[in-house]
């Protein structure tokens, strides 16, 4: 056989740190890690695949504690983060900053638009204010408190049922993530109780301001790059007022619909944000991932219902690199085997191609 020479050896840790960082695909780090055991130890002493995501999303340095074996759950959270399919991300309305009409013009009619209540569309109603520029917010809780949402949308409700029809939409919207400053002060139902709920969460990520159109149609607001939320939990913070009830010549804001579409990376990831430092903690259950991997490769993971919002399917995935991954990491000892090229093979006083000094 010829002689072989690992080039990543003969360089400076600097230089070669500096080339495998260059990467942008945990997929690609898998097939590095792949080549040879030296290749392996360096992707996981470096910490490769955790920069790649910290790269990727920055929202991700505020983790204080990764999981045992984090090069693999940094690989398996890359891969989930961009590729999982997307689905809705709410579940749960949590509070309204102010209700016109408790239950009948609740935030609770906001999440399913056929709803009709006394033979109309439901919606969610502000009180009136004399002054256009009071704001008025809207709280939900996400479907995980560890998910990157990518696009927001909301529906302006227009009164069919009042003179000239009015749309009663806000001037701008804005929309801010993070978590609650305490768990034991969200037992208690806000809705019911009328209460806003601002004060009780710590919000980790505030949007730019967009411009609300006032016209009776679903409005698309795209963030510029996804946002990782850690903690589950969204605000809907609605700006200016435009438009005034001719029963009392008061300002309100009305909302038809709210709906934010991302990834859900539970149960495989989750976050755990406790103790008065605020603590954050990445775990990992690399047998759920796995059981989401094979569901998203089969097809089986589902796709958005187009009766709501108009989104694509998921695409189908292929996952065969991750996998080997896994398999490689964390339980070599199952048969999987590698052509790795040996390190004892190398030979250090054989020239280096120069092809390879890029």
């Known amino acids: 056989m010829e002689p072989k020479i690992d080039f990543l050896q003969c360089l400076e840790s600097d230089m070669a740190f500096k080339i495998l960082t260059c990467l942008d695909d945990s997929a690609d780090l898998i097939r590095t890690s792949a080549v040879s055991h030296y290749w392996q130890n360096f992707v996981i002493s470096n910490g490769l695949n955790k920069q790649l995501c910290l790269k990727r999303f920055p929202q991700l340095a505020s983790i204080t504690h990764d999981p045992p074996n984090a090069d693999v759950a940094y690989a398996a959270l890359f891969q989930s983060l961009t590729k999982f399919p997307q689905s809705y991300c709410i579940a749960d309305p949590v509070s309204a900053s102010s209700t016109d009409n408790y239950p009948e013009e609740s935030i609770l009619n906001t999440l399913d638009p056929r709803v ?35 696009e927001i949308y909301l529906h302006p409700f227009q009164a069919l049922f009042q003179l000239d029809f009015p749309i009663y939409s806000s001037k701008y919207v804005r929309f801010k993530m993070g978590h609650p400053k305490s768990w034991n002060e969200l037992d208690r139902d806000f809705m019911e109780s009328q209460e806003c709920a601002d004060d009780k969460f710590v919000w980790t990520y505030t949007s730019e301001m967009f411009p609300m159109a006032q016209e009776n149609r679903l409005q698309r607001f795209k963030l510029p790059e996804p946002v990782i939320c850690m903690g589950g939990f969204l605000q809907v913070e609605l700006l200016g007022r435009v438009q005034k009830q001719a029963a009392d010549g008061k300002y309100y804001i009305c909302v038809a619909h709210v709906q934010a579409i991302g990834r859900q990376l539970s149960p495989a990831f989750c976050v755990e944000i406790c103790g008065p430092s605020k603590r954050v903690s990445l775990t990992y259950d690399g047998e759920e991932f796995e059981v989401m991997m094979q569901r998203v490769s ?9 009766s709501l919002l108009p989104v694509q399917p998921p695409r189908q995935l292929a996952w065969g690199n991750l996998q080997d991954f896994l398999h490689m990491v964390q339980a070599p000892q199952d048969g999987v085997e590698f052509e790795w090229v040996d390190d004892d093979d190398v030979d250090g006083d054989d020239e280096i191609d120069p092809a390879f000094l890029i």
């Open 116 to 150: 009709k209540i006394l033979h109309r569309n439901s919606y969610w109603s502000s009180t009136g204010s004399d002054d256009e520029e009071k704001p008025e917010t809207l709280i939900y809780n996400l479907t995980s408190n560890f998910c990157v949402i990518s």
């Open 298 to 306: 089969s097809g089986a993971s589902g796709s958005l219902s187009t």
